[in-house]
């Protein structure tokens, strides 16, 4: 007769030892069960057979230490323990929505950023409009020609000042939006569209549907400084890391590369240091850890739906998760070890996630089509977040600004105001 | 394309048994080292699974992981170890207050037997080499948890149980006990090893330093 021998690993005795022999009651009427709740609730269910085990423990305990404090080194941890201190209330619902008319539903576009002097960009079809978070004005960049545009992304210089339009004819321009001025254009980096660009100091990375990525060195007139091959299909994902010492892409492809600046060449296109090809949909989400380097999070497209965690020194994935949908972007939060992703069919919603755990700590609805853009503002407490629904929102997801600021009601179409050149 | 042959070699019950309790050891020094449960001076450096390994030198905790590993995988006492009689579930490490006896943390190795092992006696055939590699990526991990794990700032103790099946005789060095459980713990999921008769799962739970969700 064979014994059969379960699998335990995926049962969890000790929350069910725990749940059936302690004090703590299930509320089995609570209608609001938190996400942590829910996930041990769900290993008590998988529990069979908790009467054919025994715990033992050695008599004779192993002898106390003698130093009464610690040794240096567990001190070292990169996570002090602060004392409990009160949870922050997430708010489900978005506190402003813009309407964003004219906003392009394509999944690989890049239309949406953040800059360092508060100023959000966004491209509505052929025009990038600017909206100044600090007294909630707006004002048109640029319209570009209809056979140049539509804008296909946008992306600020460090320095919250200059800024870059890449265009579905392949070009990048150059603006400098205090004085309203464009400053040059990028030709011949790219044989289609640039829908993806990431900056590192004067270097503007830019990623095109031809599934190239070029460093373009913006001070100089030869701009391509140093050519990246790998990807077969459109680059639609494109971040550095904190150090600006690795460059992760995703594409069309599925594929998610990483490169590494130490092996630079000038003369013939940049070997990869990581070619990552776990994701079975197009990776667009990427995330560099803030608080942990050489940390990346992915996210895959509708035929994926997991978020992945990679050591960008090893190339190993150390772990993957199933959101249930379409993943189109992420972001770290700067004062927690939080995630948010932003999701597609059927929710549209925004998922704020606890790391590393990987358990949900809200879920942010409100778009009624994918979330397509996601960026964070500087003081990393607000998202906003737009959407083919044609609606540009904003949560206050990752905490409160310690100077509140007293935003007036003021319209809810300022784009509509300025007129357009059709 | 060249084909790659992987050397295979034959794994017993008792090889596997011995690579496990093996391991355990190694694994529960490298947490003591870690997590600072012991002074760093008290440890010193082996090479094993082709890293740099801490081990003890105080002697009471050696021996008591001595003799927790030999129980693991000799046991004259009881006859047939737990080990290979495949009636071992889990080893788990946790780690207290000093003061209180609060748990803090709970490192869960579970371990699933494959029964025909058991039964039948036959052998299986798998790398040394990738069960090294394998072990070595926990390993790394449990290096690498101190990024994430709280911080134990306060004088800490360890102790071991053992999760066994019911029909294992108690030994005589050795009580029942209760699971030494965290209430709403954050847990974490490391890798895991495979000799192809013995899988060993890793688990790290630990306090949550927040408070919990309603």
């Known amino acids: 007769m064979d014994r059969f021998i379960p699998n335990r690993s995926a049962m969890d005795f000790d929350y069910a030892h725990y749940m059936l022999t302690d004090g703590r009651k299930i509320k089995e009427n609570q209608t609001v069960c938190s996400p942590a709740r829910e996930a041990y609730r769900k290993q008590l269910a998988e529990t069979l057979n908790m009467n054919r085990t025994r715990i033992l423990a050695f008599k004779n305990k192993p002898p106390a230490p003698v130093e009464l404090f610690p040794s240096e080194h567990s001190t070292a941890s990169a996570h002090p323990t602060k004392s409990a201190k009160p949870r922050r209330h997430i708010p489900q619902s978005s506190e402003r929505t813009l309407d964003a008319p004219d906003l392009v539903d394509d999944f690989y576009l890049n239309l949406l950023d953040w800059g360092s002097s508060n100023v959000l960009a966004i491209a509505l079809g052929n025009t990038v409009y600017l909206w100044d978070a600090s007294d909630s004005s707006t004002s048109e960049l640029v319209t570009v020609d209809d056979e140049n545009g539509p804008v296909t992304s946008v992306g600020w210089a460090p320095d919250g000042r200059h800024i870059a339009i890449g265009l579905n004819n392949s070009e990048v321009q150059l603006w400098d939006s205090a004085s309203n001025r464009q400053l040059r254009t990028l030709r011949g980096c790219h044989r289609s569209r640039v829908g993806s660009m990431a900056w590192n100091n004067h270097i503007l990375t830019t990623g095109g549907m031809d599934g190239q990525i070029v460093n373009n060195d913006v001070r100089i007139r030869s701009h391509v400084v140093e050519t990246y091959r790998g990807h077969q299909q459109e680059v639609c994902g494109l971040k550095w890391s904190a150090s600006g010492q690795q460059l992760a892409s995703g594409g069309n492809d599925n594929v998610v590369h990483i490169w590494d600046r130490s092996m630079a060449s000038s003369n013939s296109p940049t070997q990869w240091l990581h070619r990552l090809e776990e994701h079975t949909s197009a990776v667009k989400a990427l995330a560099w850890c803030p608080f942990q380097s050489n940390l990346l999070a992915t996210g895959g497209g509708g035929g994926d739906r997991t978020i992945k965690f990679w050591n960008t020194h090893t190339g190993a994935c150390l772990n993957s998760v199933d959101t249930g949908s379409q993943v189109c972007s992420l972001l770290w939060s700067k004062n927690e070890r939080e995630l948010l992703s932003s999701h597609g069919f059927t929710q549209n919603q925004l998922t704020l996630w606890k790391y590393p755990s990987m358990v949900k700590m809200a879920e942010l609805t409100g778009h009624t089509s994918r979330a397509l853009y996601m960026a964070q503002s500087p003081d990393g407490c607000t998202v906003a977040s737009a959407a083919g629904d044609e609606t540009l929102r904003f949560w206050n997801v990752f905490g409160v600004p310690e100077v509140a600021k007293t935003a007036p009601k003021v319209n809810r179409e300022p784009f509509s105001q300025l007129n357009r050149i059709r | ?214």
């Open chain 2, 1 to 214: 394309m060249a084909s790659r042959t992987v050397a295979k070699d034959i794994i017993t019950l008792r090889g596997s048994a011995a690579i496990v309790s093996e391991f355990f050891g190694y694994a529960a020094n490298s947490i003591l080292y870690n997590r600072g449960v012991y002074p760093e001076e008290s440890f010193a450096k082996v090479k094993k699974y082709g890293l740099p390994m801490l081990l003890t030198q105080d002697e009471g905790v050696k021996s008591f992981i001595t003799n927790l590993t030999a129980q693991l995988s000799e046991n004259e006492i009881v006859g047939k170890e737990w080990l290979e009689a495949g009636k071992l579930q889990r080893v788990v490490m946790v780690i207290m207050s000093k003061a209180t006896k609060e748990v803090l943390e709970r490192w869960n190795f579970s371990i699933e037997t494959d029964s025909d092992v058991v039964e039948k006696g036959v052998s299986r055939e798998k790398s040394d080499r990738e069960i090294m590699r394998e072990i070595q990526a926990i390993m790394r991990q449990i290096a690498s948890s101190i990024t994430y794990l709280p911080c134990l700032d306060e004088p800490c103790v360890f102790d071991v149980l053992a999760y066994t099946d019911t029909d294992v005789p108690v030994p005589f060095t050795w009580i029942e006990s209760d699971p030494k459980l965290i209430a709403n713990p954050q847990m974490v999921k490391l890798h895991s090893f495979d000799t192809k008769i013995h899988k060993v799962d890793t688990l790290v739970s630990y306090k949550n330093d927040e408070w919990d969700e309603q």
